[in-house]
């Protein structure tokens, strides 16, 4: 997974803390680092979740640090990816992660079979919303079908 930086060097995959406004720390934030001049930029298919987090922890004036992968769903399979990854070998990154999301879109569908059977409504939305986080990297028809069953 790479991107050309705007020097001409080819950015790697990292993950970083970002700070914002000295009080919100959001941690293991998926970017595109450029190792010669130290440009980076945030990954922008977590771009719009990232935002919108940020409004949420500013919103409920919440402190310290949060770890994005814990509230995102298509991080924390990045993350696990990343950190288990050998950077050498194949498959991809990106065939990594395709398969990785298709196996936990699996597994959050069968959890939202069970929030349904419950008819526990809150768990079915936020179950919903995990599904949607992973949609970027698969066909959004293939699994909303199965929720609206
Ligand atoms: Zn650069």
Redesign the pocket.
């Known amino acids: 997974m790479r991107k050309l930086?705007?020097?001409?060097?080819m950015?790697s995959l990292d993950f970083r803390v970002l700070i914002f406004e000295g009080v919100i720390e959001i941690d293991r934030v998926p970017v595109f680092e450029?190792k010669?001049?130290d440009?980076y930029e945030v990954l922008p298919a977590v771009k719009p979740d990232l935002i919108e987090l940020l409004a949420e922890l500013k919103a409920s004036q919440e402190q310290g640090l949060v770890l994005f992968n814990e509230v995102n769903e298509l991080v924390d399979v990045m993350f696990a990816i990343y950190r288990t990854w050998d950077q050498t070998g194949s498959p991809t990154f990106e065939g990594l992660l395709e398969q990785k999301c298709k196996e936990r879109i699996n597994l959050l569908l069968d959890v939202y079979g069970c929030a349904k059977e419950m008819d526990d409504s809150g768990w079915m939305e936020e179950i919903s919303k995990r599904l949607a986080q992973l949609s970027v990297y698969v066909n959004h028809n293939q699994y909303l079908g199965q929720i609206n069953n």
């Open positions: 930086c705007h020097c001409g060097q950015m450029c010669l001049c440009h």
